[in-house]
């Protein structure tokens, strides 16, 4: 079983930039996503890393987020820049092995301000 722990969040303004990290339990290699949790809102998927490199973007983050895997294949990353009030959010992410066996962090809470 992956374990994960997000962590990186927190109070930013709005304009400012974060970067959350996801360290897992153990290298990963299947489909990486981050998702996150506003007030009132649905799950939105936020960024999707494949394993063959392709990454995706939500419509309401793109060209101003950035998915990532650090050197140690343990480490998934999300920088996210201009950050808007939108943005506050739990985020979360998930580690996709096959249909049916997703594994979650916890969640990390991110507030922008305006």
């Known amino acids: 079983q992956v374990q994960l722990v997000e962590s990186g969040g927190g109070l930013v303004h709005t304009g400012g930039s974060l970067t959350l990290s996801c360290e897992a339990s153990?290298?990963?290699?299947?489909?990486l996503t981050w998702e996150r949790h506003g007030p009132g809102q649905g799950r939105e998927r936020v960024a999707t890393?494949?394993?063959?490199?392709?990454?995706n973007y939500g419509d309401s983050v793109k060209a101003r987020s950035t998915i990532s895997v650090g050197a140690d294949k343990k480490t998934l990353y999300l920088q996210m820049n201009k950050l808007e009030p939108g943005g506050t959010a739990v985020y979360y992410c998930k580690v996709h092995v096959f249909p049916g066996l997703d594994y979650w962090g916890k969640g990390i809470q991110v507030t922008v301000a305006s």
């Open positions: 890393r494949r394993p063959g490199g392709t990454k």
């Open positions: 153990e290298e990963i290699f299947p489909t």
